[in-house]
């Protein structure tokens, strides 16, 4: 048996207890069991209000163009409200920060070169700048005429 540090309960170490990362036998078993650790997970999204600034951070921060801390970012950009591309109402679940100059096509991870945008949106937009989207959508309209 094996005590979890954080709820003093005994447990059987291969059922309860989750290997140490990176996941090898010889590292050994976490010290919290997994409810304590589940617990824990559950409370932190929950009372963390910045964890979606967080993640919009590093999901930016991946691209290798530059890190915008995502107090710069909440602060300069603010939550999404209204999609730069069709101006329609956007919510977190709908959103999607869109670098305007596409990173393709020389575009930087700066507050100048972000905006909201629906997800839908940003994926019609693609890898094009506002003037190409016109373009394509003024040929869509012509022939439809």
């Not at 096509?105 to 839908?120: P, V």
């Amino acid at each position: 048996m094996k005590q979890c540090t954080k709820c003093k309960g005994d447990k059987q170490p291969t059922i309860n207890f989750g290997f140490r990362f990176p996941k090898m036998p010889h590292k050994g078993r976490r010290a919290w069991c997994k409810s304590c650790v589940r617990a824990y997970t559950a409370a932190y999204k929950k009372d963390n209000k910045n964890i979606k600034w967080t993640k919009l951070a590093f999901n930016l921060s991946r691209n290798k163009l530059g890190y915008i801390p995502y107090k710069k970012l909440r602060d300069e950009i603010g939550a999404p409200d209204k999609c730069y591309l069709c101006g329609l109402p956007v919510s977190w679940d709908t959103a999607e920060m869109d670098h305007v100059v596409p990173v393709s096509r020389g575009g930087k991870n700066t507050i100048a070169n972000l905006k909201w945008a629906h997800r839908i949106c940003n994926r019609v937009k693609h890898n094009l700048n506002i003037d190409e989207l016109l373009e394509l959508f003024q040929e869509i309209i012509n022939n439809q005429k």
